[in-house]
């Protein structure tokens, strides 16, 4: 079956300080892997996807994330943090035919990320 | 921007009502989920409908159902509410199955 892990509960990281939040996953197939972003009593804001091509994808507020197959690994990245960047952050992966699933995404626990001034 | 609009941000409902949280989309999506929140667990689907009348359950189906009649809207009933069913309720769409999905901003149910 697919599934997604976030190992981590929670990252503190200082602002201006690069940030990794960590997800790791599990398909039968070609992954289709996605990020997203909750701000507190919010609904989850898209940041970026994994489809194809380029193991290194950017998104929305500078964040960016490398595919790495032989890992089976998704890590979000900033270079540099910001404090308005604390929120959940969320990683998805598709759950495909080949596993018998109908397609829709299936979410890792989230990760709390903590930016300190 | 694709809209998902939630009917109510806050609710606070008695124990055996009957509740409904409606979801109303306005880009024509054909898939529309609903999720629980809930700390530590991340999100986990109830239902799901790939097309207007059509459900699929999801992984914690059970106390709840889900109506479907027409494309844009999809409602999340609790056929008799309880105190464990306090959560946050997340509805999404998306266009097709492999895309990423539109999330509206979440229902906070409190069941008492």
């Known amino acids: 079956a697919q599934s997604v892990a976030q190992p981590e509960d929670q990252v503190n990281v200082a602002e201006g300080n690069p940030l990794t939040v960590k997800c790791t996953y599990s398909v039968s197939g070609n992954p289709y892997l996605f990020w997203y972003v909750q701000y507190p009593n919010r609904g989850l804001q898209f940041l970026l996807k994994y489809i194809t091509g380029d193991n290194l994808v950017k998104g929305s507020y500078g964040f960016e994330a490398e595919f790495n197959k032989s890992q089976t690994s998704f890590h979000l990245k900033k270079p540099s943090a910001l404090v308005s960047d604390s929120a959940l952050y969320f990683c998805?992966?598709?759950?495909?035919?080949?596993?018998?699933?109908?397609?829709?995404?299936?979410f890792g626990a989230g990760t709390r990320l903590a930016v300190h001034p | 921007d694709v809209k998902v609009t939630q009917s109510s941000r806050y609710l606070v409902k008695r124990t055996g009502e009957k509740v409904f949280l409606e979801c109303v989309q306005d880009m024509d999506h054909e898939n529309m989920f609903w999720y629980r929140q809930d700390p530590g667990l991340g999100l986990r689907l109830i239902y799901f409908s790939y097309d207007v009348k059509m459900k699929e359950k999801g992984d914690i189906p059970e106390g709840y159902s889900v109506s479907r009649e027409k494309k844009e809207r999809f409602s999340l009933i609790l056929e008799s509410a309880s105190t464990n069913q306090t959560s946050m309720y997340l509805c999404?769409?998306?266009?097709?199955?492999?895309?990423?999905?539109?999330f509206g901003s979440g229902t906070r149910l409190t069941v008492v």
């Open positions: 999404a769409s998306s266009l097709d199955r492999g895309r990423g999905y539109t």
């Open positions: 998805a992966v598709r759950d495909g035919p080949l596993s018998g699933g109908y397609n829709k995404l299936i």
